[in-house]
């Protein structure tokens, strides 16, 4: 069974400072993606930045990227210039397979992030 | 810019009371999830559609759930009779197909039962 670990309840940075929050995940699979959601207040989870398990480089969107190793199992999420508005609950998922065979995404219990101005 | 629209945002009942919950996911999208959020943890999937068919609802009590997209676009999540754990955050996601990565999460329906 698949299994995402965030061994970081809370997070402090400083604004306009990097920050690196923890996954790292347990899979049987060969075939897996990974992901990362931002949920603020408001509740919505928004999605940030995906890593297919196949792909040689790591994952950046912007601001975010994924320091994806493979073999230590784990997929850290780096948020460069931290702002006051990346101040939300960060969670890693992973969906066992990939494309038409992917099956439900498994989430972590999440870290809370706060930007300090 | 297109929206999973979700309702109603809020909800308080009484146990042992019916309750129920609406989704609108993303025009065009064949896949919608209902997730189960309980304060401090990560979503739980219910139950997975793709059109109007579940794909996978092995995580949904059946005894007192109970989930619908009949014409394959909208969706009702229904619990019946309600019980104090079932206090959480219900999330709604839809995405363009079962395989594509990115899912589109709503608002939620935030459910409290007394």
């Known amino acids: 069974a698949q299994k995402i670990t965030q061994t970081q309840p809370g997070m402090f940075v400083q604004e306009k400072e990097a920050v690196t929050l923890d996954c790292t995940y347990d899979?049987?699979?060969?075939?897996?993606?990974l992901f990362w959601y931002k949920q603020p207040s408001s509740g919505e989870m928004i999605f940030l930045i995906y890593?297919?398990?196949?792909?040689?480089q790591n994952a950046t969107e912007g601001r975010y990227s994924l320091n994806f190793q493979k073999a230590r199992k784990s997929a850290n999420l780096v948020i460069s210039a931290s702002q006051l508005g990346d101040s939300a609950m960060y969670f890693c998922?992973?969906?066992?397979?990939?494309?038409?065979?992917?099956?439900?995404?498994?989430f972590g219990d999440g870290t809370t992030l706060t930007v300090k101005p | 810019e297109a929206e999973v629209a979700q309702s109603p945002r809020y909800k308080i009942t009484e146990k042992s009371q019916a309750v129920a919950f609406w989704c609108d996911p993303i025009s065009g999208h064949a896949t919608l999830y209902w997730y189960r959020q309980i304060l401090g943890q990560g979503p739980e999937l219910l139950v997975q559609?793709?059109?109007?068919?579940?794909?996978?609802d092995s995580q949904l009590p059946k005894d007192r759930f109970s989930a619908e997209r009949l014409k394959g676009v909208d969706s009702t999540l229904k619990i019946q009779p309600a019980e104090l754990g079932d206090s959480a955050m219900y999330l709604c996601?839809?995405?363009?197909?079962?395989?594509?990565?990115?899912?589109?999460f709503g608002p939620g329906t935030r459910l409290t039962v007394t």
């Open positions: 559609f793709q059109d109007e068919s579940v794909v996978d």
């Open positions: 996601a839809s995405s363009f197909l079962a395989a594509t990565y990115e899912q589109y």
């Open positions: 998922a992973m969906r066992e397979g990939l494309g038409t065979n992917a099956g439900k995404s498994t």
């Open positions: 899979t049987s699979d060969q075939s897996y993606g």
């Open positions: 890593q297919g398990s196949y792909d040689e």
